[in-house]
Structure formats: C-alpha cells, structure tokens
C-alpha cells in the first residue's frame, strides 16, 4: 500500500517560516505530479502548490513569493517551504501526490493519494 506523510507543522508567530514534508512509501512504480493543499476553518479546501515530476512548479497566486515548492525524487518527498507566515495562512495543509503504484486496489494507473494533513497555526 502507499502512505503520504506530512510532517513540519506547528505554531508559529506572523512573519515567522515553517518547513512542511510529504513522504510517499509503500509499493510505488513512479510519481508524477505532486501538490499542497489547504484547508482552513469553515473553508474549502484549496490548492496551494504544484510540482511536477521535472520541477516546474505553479503556485496560487496570492502565496507567490512568500511560498516555495520543491521535491526529492530520490526520497520520493515534497517540501512546502512558507516564509513571512500571516494569520491568514492558518489551515491544515495536505499532500497529495498522482502516482503509479505497483501493488494494491489500485495498482498500475495513476491515482490520487491523499496524506492525513498538517496542522499550521499562525498567531498575530
């Protein structure tokens, strides 16, 4: 089976920087595409960040600048560096990586995966 797990989340003042981590395990062939979400109180849930296999990235524009996306391939793992935090950015921040797994329901096709999310709470 394949797991996502985040890590890097906390409490942190405004203005100060959190480092996320996303580690895919587990029985993979290949990933493609990997992304954050978040999801803030009483909200929808909403991309943050996007990185491809090769590197290309494409952010939401209003954390462009502040927010930085980058990945490991030989760690299979995502990063979500996040500088001059607000309040704002207060949510719960998942994973989600499109890969091709080689064991389990639904081996051999991309598919979606999902990891259990992380909290980051930002205070004024």
């Known amino acids: 089976q394949v797991q996502l797990v985040e890590s890097g989340g906390g409490l942190v003042q405004a203005g100060g920087s959190l480092r996320l981590s996303c580690a895919a395990s587990?029985?993979?062939?290949?990933?493609?595409?990997m992304c954050w979400y978040r999801q803030a109180p009483g909200k929808q849930r909403e991309l943050v960040a996007v990185i491809t296999s090769d590197g290309r990235t494409n952010y939401a524009d209003s954390l462009k600048g502040r927010f930085t996306v980058s990945r490991d391939n030989t760690k299979n793992t995502v990063y979500l560096q996040m500088n001059s935090l607000k309040p704002v950015d207060t949510a719960v921040y998942y994973c989600?990586?499109?890969?091709?797994?080689?064991?389990?329901?639904?081996?051999?096709?991309?598919?979606?995966?999902w990891g259990q999310g992380t909290q980051v709470t930002v205070s004024s």
């Open positions: 989600n990586a499109a890969l091709i797994s080689s064991f389990g329901p639904h081996a051999g096709y991309e598919y979606d995966y």
């Open positions: 587990g029985s993979i062939f290949s990933i493609n595409t």
